[in-house]
């Protein structure tokens, strides 16, 4: 049961490069979603899906794109990465329960250092 | 839009207990979510909180107030293992509609010492 995964963990790429963020879940969850999490920040809703081919801008959308052509898959792609785009990267994906309120699982984790 | 205020940082010692408060002003509220954080790992779910009251779930309690736009969640008989980010959560949207997505308070980090 791999749950929720993304790819790479840890990366190190420079300015002005394209980088995509890879997210598998196996749930068949409808709702998935992107934060990014900094110091004095929290998580920041960058993107998120409520369906295949449905999706929609969160708090920081600015310098990201996503796609979901499979209900399972769920990709971020910084288009032309910057300095302030290095940060920790989690990709979720949400239940929809009456008892639990709908709880967001998370992946790992991935770590963005943009040199 | 949304604002959510919990403190930065707390202390407690082993088998005491803490509590931690949580503000929100939203637009629409679907429920108050509490998850905690290790440190770097991915946050996990601890409590859901939609109607006014305590929900106890062993030694964590998580306590909402509706009309004051106010939580805190309580840990009892703290363990070392409690030591982490408790991150404050809210739903603005009801669970079936677009923009099905939480908002996210900074987290407080508590340290339990011995």
């Known amino acids: 049961d791999a749950g929720i995964t993304q790819s790479p963990r840890y990366k190190i790429t420079e300015t002005g490069r394209q980088v995509t963020l890879m997210c598998h879940q196996t749930w068949s969850h409808s709702y998935m979603f992107w934060y990014r999490q900094d110091l004095g920040h929290g998580l920041r809703l960058i993107y998120y899906s409520a369906a295949a081919d449905i999706t929609d801008k969160g708090e920081v959308p600015d310098g990201y794109v996503v796609s979901r052509s499979k209900t399972e898959n769920f990709p971020l792609t910084l288009e032309s990465a910057t300095r302030s785009q290095t940060s920790v990267y989690f990709c979720?994906?949400?239940?929809?329960?009456?008892?639990?309120?709908?709880?967001?699982?998370f992946g790992e984790g991935s770590r963005l250092t943009v040199l | 839009g949304q604002n959510i205020d919990q403190p930065t940082e707390m202390t407690a010692t082993e088998g005491a207990i803490v509590q931690i408060n949580c503000t929100y002003q939203t637009s629409g509220f679907n429920g108050l979510f509490w998850y905690q954080q290790h440190a770097g790992e991915a946050p996990t779910f601890l409590s859901y909180?939609?109607?006014?009251g305590l929900e106890e779930k062993g030694r964590f309690s998580s306590f909402l107030s509706r009309s004051k736009g106010y939580s805190y969640l309580l840990l009892k008989e703290l363990q070392m293992k409690d030591s982490a980010s408790y991150l404050c959560?809210?739903?603005?949207?009801?669970?079936?509609?677009?923009?099905?997505?939480?908002?996210f308070g900074g987290g407080t980090r508590v340290l339990v010492k011995p």
């Open positions: 959560a809210v739903s603005g949207a009801k669970i079936k509609a677009a923009g099905n997505k939480l908002t």
């Open positions: 909180n939609v109607l006014d």
């Open positions: 979720a994906s949400r239940v929809t329960s009456s008892l639990t309120g709908g709880e967001l699982f």
